[in-house]
Structures are given as structure tokens and as C-alpha cells.
């Protein structure tokens, strides 16, 4: 059996290692042959091409994740076409049925945004900073999207780098000029979840900014367990690299195929649970 | 030409020249190394704006903004560092800027038989056996190279040819090219301006000679109205020769 | 006079063999590395990399790639660089999004108005560039950010916050000019060739391949029309001697300047045909098109032969440079090795590439 | 022989104010660049930042970027690009932190022996580039991708699957060299300064400002260093030889390989220092560190008035393109400006600093 | 030196050249243009490795893997494209590779202040007043540029002197300086290779004259066994001269 992954996000991407490591367990766990591909950078044309390039090995099944239907569209369909059995992860789910996808594992960056968002806004957020290490790539601006919409409140994005010393700066310069700003959501935890907590005890502002991150590091999740930030944001990405390939094996094998979507998050993880995960989080399974 | 002066940021290199050309003359122009001879051919073949003085053609003032205009004026010039590219074949070299095409249109192409034909031609002409003519430019010989650019600026020449120490690095054969040169596009009645450091070479084929030292004239003579031995001393700037002169017999 | 005989043969010339003179040309290196990097791919990558549909799947962005690197190297070649090809994509590719979807314009308006805003920028960037002196690295990397911020914000304003502008392919539906940029060339010839067994089927029974996808079209045409220009005519030749030696070229009456400022609307112009092109292939643009591809173009225009310093290069080089660089970056999926060993096998790649190429060359010109 | 007077008055020389001799030196644009830029935010940007705090905040960045630029800028002037800095930091990072977490290694043993991991490295780069001939754009660009890849790949396996490393400060504890790397200097100066009331203080009594990061006073002490190397020592007078002809120093008697070859080891060293210090500093490593900060060295040491073609430049003209960069990325987020135009504000930024660089000494030396 | 040959791939510059130089001696290198004088002296100098043959230094056979350890060995040179970095200063043009420091350890610096003065007298011994030594060597006058090779070649010679067409661009004062100066190495025992196009300058100051032709050695006479119209008929080459040489009066 050959299993072919094709995701958007770099395997030097602390999120996307993640799904990788699930997808080798799964491997592992079942036998077949399983390779994961991604573009060096968030590059949906050349996405596109890489699915087109798995689909002329014809493996036993394909999993992609969707970030952008319009361009992925045709090489999906594609693959459909060709009998390859494909089942969409991460992001895409409200257009993976469309596109002849067997089910989608995973959930909307969009939805987890807005769950955050609804979250900050309760412990009583009003005027936020969205830190965006990446701005552009559309699945991270999304999770600002979906911030913005269910905060409520004032949300300004804050466009920085992967160096944690220019994230901490700038969230340093941001919290400076602007004393309003009570809630901080970054968009991962290493690259910028440790440097904004760092950011918010330099300026002395501790205890009153909440600082919330999507995914999970050792680092953060600590921060989260002392106290210095409010939760994590957990989509359980193992999962949504491990299911398909196990799904699409069971499927080659024996034909069983679950019957509707798995939804693997978000799941907030906040000081409670955060100890717990820390050890899993180094070991790259959370 | 009146009155050019030309500064290079706090540095004078020109303080107030004149000179004329006149058609079918040869003016030599001399001077100690420094002087502003390089300085002075460049502002005139519009390589250097000056930063004062004007330039008349045929009465008319003239303001170059590019070399390209000069050439248009029908002024061809060989630079003293010879405004060849390196990496650039030989033909590629001489018709620079200038290439024959063939052809209409969008086939409008450049004609390389007739390029090369014509670059090995003048290069024979001047006593020079290239090996071919896409050996690149870099790789020529310092005399070798100096022969491009002079052929290539005979070729094109039209009203007036510039050549700034043309003969340095050349073999005695390419000298006397050279000088032959210079005596047959004179007689065609084109004016020539001719910069060296060898007295005889200038005494040779001048009509009349101008001496700059320091920036400024120290004046223009005719063919005749002064010996080879006058130009020598006042091309020395005026400034005792050095003591050894006398012992190396009269020599240079 | 001396005599004016015909060409004499030389003493000094050793017999020399139409390879070594073929060896001699700048791009030859790069025909040497190609080769090396298939006969590598051949032994160790899967076989399907080298059906029809493979060689397909890496020549597309080896295309797109290489539209990009005859234009850097063109520019290269002429003594400049720019930085803002990249960027210009993105930005393009908005121009040319909101065009048909925001303003509904057909493509025999779109496309041309949005050429023509991408020369403009080209003229701005080549008088910035001429008019100070300015390095155009620094100049261009100007540009590279702005031209990108200006591609998120422009983003946001045509579709009212988000960074992903979709719906190209609805609105442009059939438009009689829609084949010229996008799909695939040559259909009705592939499907009768799948028919005869001549070309892979899939189960369905459609062809593997359906046809050339447009951009190999669009890359070889250049390609060639670039070389000639180079190597044929008097364009070429001051574009030589403007990367050569600036001075002396406008000594000798070259127009620089002129050349100059058109090299760089040539590249903006590349930029905006990739943007075309793969705009509406995917239908779709966002605010990270064309992400460093500025470094990818000046590096296959680099594998080819071109020197940074000007005045060298050549556009068949960037051709397969611009292959090379698309058969390393997709070959890896077609073998065993691990996605995280990417970097370092492309890396790896580059250097024997370019090692072997080099290895080559003073082997057959008996440099020392 | 002729009389060997004292020197003569010279009559063709215009009298030139101490000010335009100083205008001319190549790091003074860059002065005047960083002029503008503080005046332009101490217009438009909140005042915070410009106290105490508010610089320490944007100079840390500038300064780390600022070792690595120094390190670019000198290789530069010597005529050799290394864009494997960058990729450097991340590998240099990796290896440390393994050193210290995985190993347990004291300081004392862990840096130098990372510094001479990186240097063997530096060794290599440059061999390869000078023993091929081919360009160092390229060779190095293969170990940006290699040492990436390779950083990957490295922390996967000391951490069993994660892309980052940690632990990094409990495993140091309070070694007894951890100071020289990491944290503050002069604490105890600024908290007396603060009891004083010379520094802001928080309401909880500690000083705003703690101290001096350490990477600045390594940033200004290294600025210092080369820019005595430069000037003031043989060495220096070899790397402008270097890059200005390699062929004519070589003539000379410059030993053009060594000097290279030290150079790149140089690079590879800046690049490791600011590993161990960001390391330390954040307690971890992970695959992205240092990520473009090859691109942006270069920018700093361009704006600092680098030649991309070599022999001409200076380590202080860096020193001030670092700060100008560090303080353009950061200015934004002082001002009221929507922060989706951070990045046409830092393309414009960057085009007006120097072409105000470039106007400043245009006007000053009088060149047309 | 025995057999040298060099070849650049398919070219042959240098097919068997055997030439020797001895102590207080000045050996005349002479050729046309192209015949291989300046890369038969690049070999001797190590920037060449020959492609066959070998150089022996009192008897011991050498082998120069650069130009440092040429120098090193006592050989300086001036080359006929100067070895000048245009870029930089006059004084740090003619220190490079060998400047004077001062201060011990990690204070050992450069001697900024003698380096300089060196320079100033340096070519004012040459009879060039230069402006300053920091200014860029880029900006001077073809003439200063050569004058200061030529001057630092002399002040580091030791051994062997080579001199590649040192006074092409050189102004009368200036030449007669250069000449003197030779003379003057050479009477303190330093063995001069002089290259030169000029048969004057040749008979000036020569001891022994080799001419070279299409890489390949004519013969070598002493001084006084050969004139200079002798000299000058074997340096064309034996090629028919120019017609015109005639009518200008045997002036080059
Ligand atoms: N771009 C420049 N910047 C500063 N000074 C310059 C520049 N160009 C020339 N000079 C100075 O102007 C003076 C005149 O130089 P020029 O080249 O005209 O002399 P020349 O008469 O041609 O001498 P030679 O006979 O040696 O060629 C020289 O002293 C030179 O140093
Ligand atoms: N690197 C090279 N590659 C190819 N050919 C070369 C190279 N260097 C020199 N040549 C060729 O070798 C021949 C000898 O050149 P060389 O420079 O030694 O001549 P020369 O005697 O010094 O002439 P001149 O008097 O003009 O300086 C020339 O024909 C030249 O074209
Ligand atoms: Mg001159
Ligand atoms: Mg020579």
C-alpha cells in the first residue's frame, strides 16, 4: 500500500511537524508506505503541482488539506477521476464533499479562530493584538479572521518574522504605544506565544494582558501552567495526520471507511491541563 | 572650444583651455602626465560635461549630453583606456553601438559574417593578425587591444577623430600603421586630434601642437615655428629634467 | 597597405573540436548539469518521473520558473538585478484578480492594462536605479517590500479583508483569450494519441495528459526569442556591453540608459505573464504568490551561466537552469528519502550541479 | 634626483572643509540615512520610542542582525557574498544547544567547541569557492539550503520529533560564563540609576530598563574591532585588495586565499555568536531561527554603503545600515499607521534612506 | 629559463622561450605586439605556471605557486596592466602586500603616517607631485597610475626588476626618470628585465636584447653587437613594413 500526504505547511513548521509525526506513527502502526510532501513555502501553485505529481504514481489513497479550493480544485478532482480514493484534513472542510473527497479530518483554521476569539472576549478582552508571523499565508490569516470575528472587540494584526528576538521587540514596541491592549492572541506558540509573554513581564503589564497562542510548545504550555498566559489553542494536529492515513489503509485493506467528518479540535488547553501535555508537546505528538 | 574648465569635486583638472580643430589638420596635443589632456578629449567628445566654457562646431555652440551624441556630430574618439568590454568578442567590440543589420523588421538582425569579415580586414590593415574575431577582447595583448580601438574609431570616423596616446603599447610595424593612418584620414580632410608623449611622433604627422601644463595652455605652435628639442622642454613642464638626462644621450 | 587575405591558418591555434567550441558557450555548464541531474534522477527516482505525465508535472514549474530567469537573466546580463520579480507576481496577479473579478473587464482589456501597470513600475524602478546611481539591489529590494505590502492591502480592499482573492475562473468563463494563458495545448492531439495507446490512460479512460500545459509553450518560445535577441542582434550586443563595462559602453554609444530601463520592464513584464498564467490556472491569487521566487530566478539564471558581476551569461543557460532547479525541487517526492531532507538534497543538487558543470568545462577547455 | 620638499601647496585644488572629507568617507551616508530616520520618527512615532526603554527595545534586534551584517560587510569588501549565514544561525544553534541539553556540556567546553564546528564550516565554503572558481553567490547558497535542511533534521533527532529545542537555561544554570552571552550588563549601575530616578521605574520599584543587553555591547565592540582591522592593520589594506581586483592583489603579493578563506570562517563565527547569544536568551532553538537574516545583513551592509561588486565599503556604514533596518521594522508599530502597510512602509523607508543618503553626498562632494 | 611554453587551452602564447638574467645586468625583452612578452614575463613572475619547461634561481630549480612567493624570492615587477585596485588610495595601492607596521602583538598596525610619506617621495623622486597620497588611484592620469608601479617596484626590488612597457604612458620628464632609475638598480647589482616597443629606450640603457616573435625566441644580442635599425627591423617581425614608413622619415 502507498499513502500519499500532500499539506500546505513546511516540515520545519512546528504545527505541521506535528501532523507529520502523526502521519509516520500511522505508517508505522499500519504498514503501508506513506509519504508526506509539502511546498517550501505557503505556494499554492505549487501545492497544486505537487498533488499532481502524487497522482501520477497512483498510490492506494491521497490526503490533502485544502486551503484554497479554487486553485487545489482541478488537481483534486483529478485524482478523483483517477480512482484515487482522497480524504481532506486540516483545512477545507466545507468544500472537501464537493470535491469528491471521502471525509475531512480536522476543522477550519477560521473556526478555531473564532473560538479563541469568543473565549478572550469572556475573560473580558476588548482591544487585542493578533500577532502574525507569517502574514499572507492564508490559512494563519484566517485564524486572525476568525479572532476578529468572534472577539468582537477592537483586533489590530501585528505583521512580524520567525526571530522570537524582532516578535518580542515589536510586541514590546505594540504594548508601549498603545496601553489599551489587554488581550494578545499569537498564531504559534514557539515562534511567537513565548516571545509575547517575555514581551508582556519586560513592560511590567503581567497579570493584565491575557495572552493566548495558537498550537502548542513545551515553552508556552510552562507559561500557561504558571500563569503568565491564559490557554493554548489545540487542534489535536496528530490527529489529523494519523486518521487519514489510517482511514485510507483500513479503506485499501478491507473497505471500511468511517461514515461523516472527524472533527480533531480545537480543544483550549489552559493552566488545569497544560502540565500534563508538556512532556508530549517536547516530544512533538502535541 | 573656449574657456573649458572642468573640476572633479574640490580637484581642477581643467582651469580655462582653449583649442580649435580645423578640417584636414592634424592638431597634436602634449603635455606632462597630469596635465588634463585625457580630461580635456573627454569633455570634448561628451563623456564630461564642463563645469565651464562652450564648445563650437562649425560656429554653431554645442552642449553633448552623451558620447552618443558626439559620434553623431561625427566626432570618433579612442579613449586611453580604450572603452572596450573584456568579456566582449572582438567584432562584438568594435561595432559597438554601431552593429550592421540585415534583414526588416522583426528580421532585422545583426550582420555577423560582414562584422567579422570587416573587424579582421582593418585589424590586417593595421598589421595585426587576429586568431579570430570572437577571441575575447580580454584576452588580447595590450598592443593587440589598442589596435581594436583605433581601427574602430577609423572606421567610423567622420569629421573628427580624437586619439588619446593611441601608440603607447604598440610594436614599431603598428606604430607606423598607425601614423600612416593618421596622415591618409588627414588628407581625406577629416581633423584629427592626436595626443602622445613621443615627441617624434608628433613632430611626424602635426600640423600644429598645443602644450598643456597644469590644467591650463601654455600655448599653441605651427608645424615648423619650433624644433623637436623646443617641444621636448616645454612638454617637461618648464621644470628642470632630471639630472640623468644628459647621460642617457639625448635619448627619449 | 598590408594585404587583406583571406583568414590564414594560425601556428598558434592547436586544432580545436566542434564539442570543445560548443563546450566554450556560458550555458553549455548548465547542459552538462541537466544531464548530470537526470541520469541521477533516472537510477534513483521512481519511474513514473519519467512518463510523459511526470516530465510534465516538473517541466510546469520549471516553466513558470524559467520565465522568471530569462528575464533576471537578460537583466543580469546587462549589469542589474531585480529583487521586485517576486513581489511583481503578487502584485500582478492583484491587478490582473481584481481587473476581471472586482471591475468584470474581459481579457483583451485586462490583461494588456495590466502589462502596461506593470512596465510602468518597471520604468520606475530602472529611472530610480539610473537617475541616483543607487545599486539596484537596493533599489528593487525597495520595491520587493512595497510592491509586496501594497499586494496584502490592495488584497484586503478588493475583497473587503481577506487575503485570498477568489472567483477568476468564473468570471472569466470562456473568454476567447483564456487558452492563450492557461490549460493545455495540443488537447485534441493527446486525447487521439491516448486512443491510439500512444499516451497513458487512467481508468476513466482520459488521458494522463491531456496536452502541453501553455507555460512550457509560452518558456520555450522565450527561450529561443531571447537567445536570438541576445546572440543576433544589436540589441543583444549593447545589452552585453551595458553589463560589461557601463562606461565604456556609453563611450562608445551604446545607450545605456535606454537599454537599461528596458531590461527592467522586460522583467516586470515576465513577472506579470507568470501572474497571468497562473492566476487563472488556479483561479485564485493571495498575498504570497510569487514568494521568493526573485531568489529561485536569479539563482537558476546563476546555475546557467550568468555572473553576477554582468556582462556574461545566457538565456538557454537560464532555460536549464531554470529546469534544473524544477527537477530537483519536485524529483525528491518521486524517491524514498524523507520530506526533511529536502532542503539539504536540494542543496546538495545545486552544488554538484553546478561542481560537476564547472568540473566539465576546464576539463574540455584545458583551463588550469 | 629631484628635491624631496615637504608637500607643496597644490594650486589645483579647490580648499575642502573638514566636514565634506568627512562626507566622502563610504559609512557616512549611512549617517545621514540614520539621521533622517530618527527625525522622521521622532516626528510621526509615539514618543516611548525614543525613552530609555523604547531604544533597548529596537537596538536588541539591531544588534543581533548588526554582528551578522558587520560579518557580511567585511566578506563583501573582500568580494564574497555568504548566504548561509542565516542558515548558519539556525545550524550553530542546534549544535550548541545539543551541546548543552543533549550532552550536558559546561559553557566553557560547549562554545568554543560550536565556534570551531562553525569556523571548519566557514573552511569549507571558502575552499570550495576558491578552489572551483565558481561564484560564492552559489556555492553558498547550496549551505543555506544544506545547513537548513540539515538543522532540521538535527533537532528531530536530539529531540525524538520536535522542531525545537529546549531546556536550554536550565541546563545552563548559572554557569559562570552564561553572563558574556546572555542578559544585561551594568544591572547594577541601572537599578542605582533608577533609585536615583534617572531611569523610569516599574510600580513595583525595578528599574524599567535592567540594563544594557549584552548583544549590543558585542554589536559595538565588533563595530569598533573591524572597523580598526579595516583601516588601521595590513589585513584590512588585504581585504579591500581583495575585492577590489583580485588578480592585480594577487599580483601584488596579497595572499588573496587566506584572506578569504578568513573571512568566510569570520562570517561563520558572527553567525554562531548571535546562535549562542539568541539561544541563552530564549532558553531554546527550533528549525526557523535566522531565517532571510542572510538577506538582511546584506541590506544593512548595502545601506551601509557595500558594494555588491567588493573593495569598497565599511564596518561602521554597517553598523549604522543595522540600526537603520532594526529601527525601520520596529517604528511602525510607534505610529498610528495600520500595520498591513508594515511592509510598504519598510520598502519605503529603505528607498528613502538611501536615496537621502545618496542626495547628501552628491551635494556635498559636488559630483555632477 | 629554459623552454617555457605556455598555452591557454586552444591557444599557444609561448612556444619555447630560453632566456637568462643575470646581476647588474638590464636584459631588453622585445617583440611585436602578441608575441608573448607579457606572458613569458607573467611565468616568471608566478602568476603563469608554464605549461612545460622550467625556471631555475642560481642554479636550483624553482617553482613560483604565486606571485608572492616570486616576490619573496626577490622578484618584483611591474605589469603591463599595473596590478592597481582603483579603488583604493595611492599609498595603500603601493604597500599592498608588504605594509609597514608598527606596534607589537594585537597593537601591531599599519604606519599610516610613513607609509604615506614613503609615497609622497617616492614619486616625487619619479617627478610626479601628486595631490595627496589618499587620493583614489582610479582618478589619476594614465601616467601617474603606471609611475606609481614603477616606483613601487623599484622601492621593493631586490634580486630581479621586471618591467613590462613601463614608460607607454609616460611623459618625457617622467621617462627620463624612469630610464635614470634603471640605470641606477642596475649599477647596484639587481638584474632588470625591460620590456619596451621604444628602440631608444632600448639602446638607452640594454645590455643584452632578445627578441621575441609569435611565442617564439629570434636570438639575443649584447650591446654594441647589433644597431638599432638592426634591432628595429627584427622587432616588426621581418614582415614587410608598412609602405608609408618612409615618408614619415624613419621618425618611430
Ligand atoms: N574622475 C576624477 N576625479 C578626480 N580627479 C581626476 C579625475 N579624472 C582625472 N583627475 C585628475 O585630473 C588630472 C588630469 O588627468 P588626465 O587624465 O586628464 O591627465 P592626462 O593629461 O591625460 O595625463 P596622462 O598623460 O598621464 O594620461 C590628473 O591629475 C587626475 O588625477
Ligand atoms: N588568458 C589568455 N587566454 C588566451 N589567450 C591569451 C591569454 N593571454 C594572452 N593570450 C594571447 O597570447 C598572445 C601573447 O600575449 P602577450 O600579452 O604575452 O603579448 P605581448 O608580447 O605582451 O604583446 P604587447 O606588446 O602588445 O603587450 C596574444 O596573442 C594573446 O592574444
Ligand atoms: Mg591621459
Ligand atoms: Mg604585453
Known amino acids: 500500500q502507498q499513502i500519499i500526504v500532500v499539506s500546505h505547511g513546511q516540515a520545519n513548521d512546528p504545527f505541521w511537524s506535528v501532523v507529520k509525526n502523526g502521519v509516520e506513527q500511522a505508517a508505522k502502526d499500519t504498514g503501508a508506505k506513506v509519504d508526506y510532501r509539502a511546498p517550501e513555502t505557503f505556494d499554492m501553485v505549487k501545492m497544486g503541482q505537487l498533488i499532481d505529481a502524487a497522482v501520477n504514481q497512483q498510490p492506494d489513497g491521497l490526503v490533502v488539506s485544502i486551503p484554497d479550493a479554487d486553485a487545489l480544485g482541478p488537481s483534486i478532482e483529478r485524482a478523483v477521476q483517477a480512482g484515487i480514493p482522497v480524504i481532506s484534513m486540516n483545512s477545507g472542510s466545507d468544500v472537501s464533499a464537493k470535491l469528491g473527497a471521502v471525509l475531512h479530518v480536522g476543522q477550519d483554521e477560521f473556526t478555531a479562530g473564532k473560538k479563541a476569539g469568543e473565549k478572550l472576549k469572556e475573560m473580558g478582552g476588548k482591544n487585542a493584538l493578533c500577532v502574525n508571523q507569517e502574514v499572507g499565508n492564508v490559512s494563519l490569516d484566517q485564524r486572525c479572521a476568525g479572532f476578529e470575528e468572534g472577539f468582537g472587540g477592537k483586533v489590530e494584526v501585528l505583521p512580524t518574522s520567525n526571530d522570537p528576538t524582532e516578535v518580542k521587540s515589536k510586541v514590546q514596541a505594540a504594548l508601549e504605544s498603545n496601553q489599551d491592549v489587554d488581550t494578545i492572541l499569537g498564531l504559534g506558540a514557539a515562534t511567537v506565544g513565548e516571545p509575547a509573554v517575555a514581551a508582556v513581564e519586560a513592560v511590567g503589564r503581567g497579570g493584565k494582558v491575557n495572552v493566548g497562542s495558537f498550537d502548542l510548545s513545551a515553552g508556552f504550555l510552562k507559561d500557561v501552567a504558571d500563569g503568565k498566559a491564559a490557554f493554548a489553542i489545540d487542534q489535536q494536529q496528530f490527529l489529523q495526520g494519523y486518521l487519514p492515513v489510517v482511514f485510507l489503509a483500513l479503506d485499501a485493506k478491507y473497505g471500511l471507511v468511517p461514515g461523516g467528518n472527524v472533527p480533531s479540535g480545537p480543544n483550549l488547553i489552559t493552566k488545569e491541563k497544560a502540565s500534563q501535555v508538556i512532556d508530549l508537546s517536547a516530544k512533538g505528538i502535541r | ?252 | 597597405m598590408a594585404d587583406v587575405s583571406p583568414i590564414i591558418e594560425d601556428e598558434r591555434l592547436k586544432r580545436e573540436g566542434f564539442a570543445t567550441k560548443l563546450m566554450k558557450r556560458p550555458e553549455l555548464g548548465a547542459v552538462a548539469g541537466f544531464v548530470a541531474i537526470t541520469l541521477f534522477f533516472l537510477v534513483t527516482a521512481s519511474g513514473t518521473m519519467f512518463t510523459l505525465s511526470g516530465i510534465m508535472n516538473f517541466m510546469t514549474p520549471a516553466a513558470q520558473l524559467g520565465i522568471l530567469a530569462i528575464g533576471a537573466a537578460l537583466l543580469m546580463i546587462g549589469g542589474e538585478f531585480d529583487l521586485s520579480i517576486g513581489s511583481m507576481v503578487a502584485f500582478s496577479g492583484l491587478v490582473f484578480g481584481a481587473f476581471v473579478v472586482t471591475f468584470g473587464m474581459p481579457l483583451v482589456v485586462a490583461i494588456p492594462a495590466t502589462f502596461a501597470i506593470a512596465a510602468a513600475i518597471g520604468v520606475l524602478n530602472g529611472s530610480i536605479v539610473l537617475r541616483t546611481g543607487l545599486p539596484s539591489f537596493i533599489v528593487t529590494l525597495a520595491f520587493l517590500f512595497i510592491l509586496r505590502g501594497a499586494s496584502l492591502v490592495g488584497l484586503k480592499v478588493a475583497t473587503g479583508g481577506s487575503t485570498q482573492l477568489r472567483g477568476v475562473r468564473d468570471a472569466i468563463g470562456d473568454d476567447w483569450l483564456a487558452p492563450l494563458f492557461s490549460g493545455d495545448a495540443f488537447t485534441g492531439l493527446f486525447s487521439w494519441l491516448a486512443e491510439q495507446g500512444v499516451i497513458d490512460r487512467f481508468p476513466s479512460g482520459l488521458p494522463k495528459v491531456p496536452g502541453i500545459p501553455v507555460e512550457i509553450l509560452w518558456f520555450v518560445a522565450f527561450a529561443l526569442v531571447a537567445t536570438y535577441v541576445l546572440l543576433r542582434t544589436p540589441q543583444g550586443n549593447w545589452i552585453f556591453a551595458s553589463g560589461g563595462d557601463e562606461n565604456a559602453a556609453s563611450n562608445s554609444g551604446v545607450p545605456v540608459r535606454r537599454v537599461k530601463i528596458s531590461l527592467f520592464v522586460l522583467t516586470a513584464c515576465c513577472a506579470t505573464l507568470v501572474a497571468v498564467i497562473t492566476v487563472i490556472d488556479a483561479g485564485s491569487t493571495d498575498a504570497r504568490r510569487g514568494f521568493m521566487k526573485e531568489f529561485e530566478a536569479i539563482i537558476a539564471a546563476v546555475i546557467g551561466g550568468c555572473l553576477l558581476t554582468g556582462g556574461y551569461g545566457s538565456a538557454i543557460g537560464a532555460f536549464f537552469g531554470a529546469i534544473i532547479f524544477g527537477m530537483v525541487t519536485l524529483g525528491l517526492t518521486y524517491t524514498d528519502i524523507d520530506q526533511d531532507w529536502f532542503q539539504v538534497f536540494l542543496g546538495a543538487m545545486l552544488l554538484a550541479a553546478v561542481l560537476f558543470n564547472n568540473f566539465i568545462r576546464k576539463r574540455v577547455t584545458g583551463e588550469r
Request: glycine share 12%.
Open chain 2, 1 to 252: 572650444m573656449r574657456d573649458i574648465e572642468k573640476h572633479f569635486g574640490n580637484i581642477i583638472a581643467l582651469a580655462g583651455v582653449s583649442f580649435d580643430i580645423r578640417p584636414g589638420e592634424c592638431h597634436c596635443l602634449l603635455g606632462d602626465n597630469g596635465a588634463g589632456k585625457s580630461t580635456f578629449i573627454k569633455t570634448m567628445s561628451g563623456v564630461h560635461k564642463p563645469t565651464k566654457g562652450e564648445i563650437l562646431l562649425e560656429g554653431r555652440p554645442l552642449s553633448f549630453s552623451s558620447p552618443r551624441d558626439a559620434m553623431e556630430a561625427g566626432i570618433a574618439t579612442v579613449y586611453q583606456d580604450l572603452a572596450m568590454i573584456p568579456l566582449m568578442s572582438v567584432t562584438r567590440n568594435f561595432f559597438m553601438g554601431r552593429e550592421p543589420t540585415r534583414g526588416k523588421w522583426l528580421f532585422k538582425r545583426m550582420d555577423i559574417e560582414r562584422a567579422n569579415a570587416v573587424t579582421m580586414d582593418e585589424m590586417r590593415r593595421m598589421g595585426i593578425n587576429l586568431r579570430g574575431p570572437d577571441q575575447a577582447v580580454g584576452t588580447l595583448s595590450g598592443g593587440e587591444r589598442q589596435t581594436v580601438a583605433i581601427a574602430r574609431a577609423v572606421y567610423f570616423g567622420a569629421k573628427v577623430l580624437i586619439l588619446d596616446e593611441p601608440t603607447s603599447a604598440l610594436g614599431v610595424r603598428q606604430t607606423s600603421n598607425v601614423l600612416a593612418t593618421i596622415d591618409r584620414v588627414r588628407k581625406q580632410g577629416v581633423g584629427v586630434v592626436f595626443i602622445t608623449h613621443n615627441v617624434r611622433h608628433a613632430m611626424a604627422v602635426g600640423d600644429r601642437f598645443t602644450v598643456l601644463n597644469r590644467g591650463k595652455t601654455l600655448g599653441t605652435a605651427r608645424r615648423g615655428a619650433i624644433t623637436g628639442n623646443e617641444l621636448q622642454d616645454l612638454m617637461a613642464g618648464g621644470q628642470e629634467m632630471a639630472s640623468l638626462e644628459g647621460s642617457l644621450g639625448g635619448t627619449v
